[in-house]
């Protein structure tokens, strides 16, 4: 059973740091991109970043680009997010998807399986 488990969520100052995790299981890690995506209440989905297979490319989408940093270790079936300079504007609930055939190319629907999600919470 493919499964990806978020966790390292939580409420944080504004300026402070978290660093999130995706943990999978039931497929090969190293096989997929992984993407991070966020929303906000009542706001759209919003991809924020995406990295391939092997590591070796990663992607950040404008809003989070100098303070957001994915990495992935395969061996621990892991995927990260390492957020600095939070602001209130990152409240969201974050999570992470494995990326369908086009990977880190597709947009959120090409996305094929998704985490619970975990909260994040900035307080200014």
């Known amino acids: 059973q493919v499964q990806l488990v978020e966790s390292g969520g939580g409420l944080v100052q504004s300026g402070g740091s978290l660093r999130l995790s995706c943990t999978a299981s039931?497929?090969?890690?190293?096989?997929?991109?992984i993407g991070w995506f966020r929303q906000a209440p009542g706001k759209e989905r919003e991809g924020i970043s995406c990295?391939?297979?092997?590591?070796?490319?990663?992607y950040y989408a404008n809003s989070v680009k100098g303070r957001f940093t994915i990495s992935r270790d395969n061996a621990k079936n892991t995927v990260y997010l390492q957020m600095n300079s939070l602001g209130p504007e990152d409240t969201a609930v974050y999570y992470c998807a494995r990326g369908g055939p086009t990977g880190c190319a597709g947009y959120g629907s090409s996305f094929d399986s998704w985490g619970q999600g975990t909260q994040v919470t900035v307080s200014s």
């Open positions: 990295i391939s297979s092997s590591g070796g490319n990663s």
């Open positions: 039931g497929f090969t890690l190293d096989h997929y991109d």
